[in-house]
């Protein structure tokens, strides 16, 4: 009995963290991002399909282009707020893209 409450209580704080990092947390960088890359969309694979736009990463010490895609939105009538890069202080703090 006590490994399935325990078991339960894992399932549910799992669940309740993922969708916490689902919504984009912050965290910290040194230096800001370089400047967005644009290029061409071109057609979506089909009806209601929505343009993800790129976004610079932190790979290591280095920063990785994240290539645009297009993306199903999970609800009817579901916005994208996209990906972003907030300089605070000194810091640049990035802010995870999220459907809302």
């Known amino acids: 009995m006590m490994k399935k409450i325990l078991a339960t209580a894992f399932v549910i704080a799992g669940t309740f963290l993922t969708g916490c990092a689902a919504h984009g947390a912050y965290y910290a960088s040194y230096g800001g991002p370089p400047p967005p890359r644009y290029a061409a969309v071109g057609v979506a694979p089909g009806p209601g399909y929505v343009w993800v736009q790129g976004f610079w990463d932190r790979s290591g010490s280095s920063w990785a282009w ?35």
Do not use: L, S, T
């Open 66 to 100: 994240r290539e645009g895609r297009w993306e199903r939105p999970p609800r009817g009538h579901a916005n994208w707020v996209p990906d972003r890069w907030e300089k605070h202080g000194h810091d640049w703090r990035f802010r995870k893209g999220h459907w809302h």
